[in-house]
């Protein structure tokens, strides 16, 4: 089945400064690609997601790439803010035996965003 | 719509003891799926669905059983519960397989 590294487990940034979060995925038939961010207690929420026919997407401050070669793929943070503290998840779409595809999870990124 | 409501939202069980967590959701969503939550290890899929009547199992099914009766509830049950069942579970719909998961607010259960 699919498995999904990420890296680093934390990351502590000052306000302004970018942060970049990184992930590979061992399936080369994974096509769908999203970032979840956690808030302490609460749900995880999709904050930006990509599809293997494309290279990059942006949406005002943040921003993910996918490498489908190297199979990896990355969350990128502009101009951070304190409420941009929180867990990052990144998650890859992977099919299994049954035909059906389910998300696999990376371990999570705990980023601080210092005043 | 009230999205994925989760129910309860903490628990303390004993040692075999048995539960069931209640998850409903009022999107007309064909795909449903409970994941766990230890710290620092992520999210880990324990059973999905697809349909009515129809689930399978995920990374980590053992000690755990589900049902799929309707479109909108998918039931986790413990049966014998034991430590390692100690995690915060979140139940989660779609309405596309495997994208754009909506998740409820988590069960935050201890087994002591």
């Known amino acids: 089945g699919e498995n999904v590294e990420q890296h680093p487990s934390t990351l502590s940034v000052q306000e302004g400064d970018s942060a970049v979060i990184k992930c590979t995925y061992s399936?080369?038939?994974?096509?769908?690609f999203p970032w979840y961010k956690q808030e302490l207690g609460k749900r995880p929420q999709l904050i930006i997601d990509i599809r293997s026919n494309v290279g990059e997407k942006k949406d005002q401050r943040i921003a993910v790439t996918l490498n489908k070669t190297a199979k990896h793929f990355s969350l990128h943070i502009t101009e951070t803010q304190p409420e941009d503290s929180a867990v990052y998840f990144c998650?890859?779409?992977?099919?299994?035996?049954?035909?059906?595809?389910?998300?696999?999870f990376g371990k999570g990124t705990m980023l601080l965003v210092s005043p | 719509n009230a999205g994925v409501t989760q129910t309860p939202k903490f628990r303390i069980l004993k040692i075999g003891q048995s539960m069931t967590l209640q998850c409903t959701q009022d999107m007309n969503h064909n795909y449903m799926y409970w994941y766990r939550q230890d710290p620092g290890m992520g999210l880990k899929l324990i059973y999905y669905?697809?349909?009515?009547?129809?689930?399978d199992k995920g990374e980590v099914p053992n000690g755990y059983n589900v049902s799929r009766s309707t479109t909108e509830d998918f039931p986790l049950r413990l049966e014998l519960a034991a430590p390692s069942q100690t995690s915060v579970y979140f139940c989660a719909s779609v309405k596309v397989t495997g994208e754009k998961l909506f998740f409820g607010s988590g069960t935050q259960l201890s087994v002591l």
């Open positions: 399936d080369s038939a994974s096509n769908y």
């Open positions: 669905s697809v349909g009515a009547g129809i689930t």
């Open positions: 998650a890859a779409k992977g099919y299994r035996g049954s035909g059906y595809s389910t998300l696999t």
